[in-house]
């Protein structure tokens, strides 16, 4: 059940890191000047919209990491089997094997000799 939740939670924050990345613009106008330029930096401030989007990135790759180890250490063990139908195979195995009646043996006297 963990294990389930640490990857969902690691691939939603993969998909949003990409999304933050791509907001991103090297120049340093990233998400204000997709808006309208000047509309925006009104509104958050082209500084403000770096330092939050630096944070946001930084925050994305830290909690992929941390969902990483995570399902590392809540994996299910490989060693263990639930499964009923190997462990039915494994009790035929170690089963006593069936007596075969034995043939009777020749004494050494051979009938087909002429």
Sequence with gaps: MWYNLF???????SVLLVLVVLAQNSKGGGLSSQFGGSGASNLIGVKKTGDVLERLTWGFAIAIMVFSLATNFTAPTPGVTN?????????QQTAP??????????TGTDSTKK
Excluded: M
């Design 7 to 13: 990857i969902i939670l690691a691939i939603v924050s």
């Design 97 to 106: 094997a069936i007596a075969v009646p034995s043939t009777p043996s020749s």
């Design 83 to 91: 499964d009923e139908i190997l462990e039915r195979a494994k009790q």
